[in-house]
């Protein structure tokens, strides 16, 4: 067997959180439960927010209460702060997701709050969890740049993880917001981390505003590196980004991993269907590329002269 790379699926929460029309609950539910059914090891499935804040995901406890548990996936959400841990909890979610920005000018712009203030607030989600017996993952966006500042000091990021940390977060999410990591970056970036937080669970979290993300994923695992989020379809982006597109696609990122070798758990067609079936949904074409070209074991009949020549050319 290969090695196991494990795929946090991020479309219903990242993806429709930006959708210009309210997507109904009956069908936020059904694409959930399609993408269970697929073997997906973990799913963020929304996100407790106001919903002034992000109103496409105003439904949140009722889609947590709808969804249909499939043993062996975990199901986790993302929170603000600890009103939206205590929504999160009561909800019944399995992980609790959190994030800030690694640079001060795009936390204000994202959430309106200085890095140490975003810190303070996820104190108290920390505790809550904690308390609650759930684990806590946080997520540091814009870790390979900012789009208003440029390049992030690798400093500040150990800064921020090492607070992550001793709030008692299991898992470290390094995100490529706006797309501008490379290959060797996020190698640099691991190798000064990795040694210096041991028993952290790390993942990255990638977009593919400039088609870096598959690349930027295969260095880090790489560098040991088996964690990553993926959104179905390519679905996603970032308002401060211009002419972003969305996360990596999960199906695009299965089909590559296991055209390698890679293990991941995930019914590949099944995924593909369900891409599909989102695309149908959303009413317009996504940008996973698999749903379209099929898989790389793809094969086309012959054109006909090419199979009479071979026929004629035959023993």
Not at 86 to 94: C, I, P, Y
Not at 114 to 130: D, Y
Not at 188 to 196: C, I, K
Not at 238 to 243: H, I, L, M
Request: hydrophobic share 40%; proline share 7%; glycine share 10%.
């Amino acid at each position: 067997m290969g090695t196991f790379i494990s795929i946090c699926e991020v479309g219903p929460r990242d993806g429709f959180q930006i959708e210009p029309e309210f997507i109904p609950t009956e069908l936020k539910v059904e694409v959930i439960d399609r993408l269970s059914a697929t073997g997906l090891p973990k799913i963020e499935v929304t996100s407790f927010v106001h919903p002034k804040a992000v109103p496409q995901l105003r439904d949140a406890e009722e889609v947590m209460a709808k969804i249909t548990r499939r043993p062996g996936t975990v199901y986790a959400a993302l929170v603000p702060n600890d009103k939206g841990a205590m929504r999160a909890l009561a909800a019944g979610v399995d992980q609790i997701h959190t994030v800030l920005s690694a640079s001060e000018s795009h936390n204000l712009a994202n959430v309106n709050m200085t890095i140490e203030e975003s810190l303070t607030k996820l104190e108290a989600v920390a505790r809550l969890a904690h308390e609650a017996g759930i684990p806590l993952y946080s997520g540091i966006s814009t870790s390979f740049g900012c789009p208003f500042e440029g390049p992030v000091p690798l400093g500040r990021l150990e800064y921020i993880v090492a607070r992550l940390v001793d709030m008692g977060a299991t898992g470290i999410g390094l995100a490529d917001t706006t797309g501008m990591a490379n290959p060797a970056q996020v190698r640099r970036t691991l190798e000064y981390l990795l040694p210096r937080f041991p028993g952290v669970t790390w993942s990255l979290h990638t977009h593919n505003t400039r088609a870096m993300a598959i690349p930027n994923i295969l260095a880090a695992i790489d560098c040991g590196v088996r964690h990553f989020d993926a959104s179905i379809g390519g679905l996603g982006g970032c308002p401060f980004a211009p002419g972003a597109t969305g996360n990596v696609c999960t199906e695009d990122l299965v089909h590559c991993l296991h055209a390698m070798g890679y293990e991941t758990g995930i019914d590949l067609d099944r995924l593909i269907e369900t891409a599909q079936r989102v695309e149908q949904i959303l009413g317009r074409t996504l940008p996973g590329q698999v749903m379209k070209a099929g898989k790389w074991d793809r094969r086309y009949p012959l054109p006909e002269r090419v199979a009479a020549r071979l026929a004629a050319a035959a023993p």
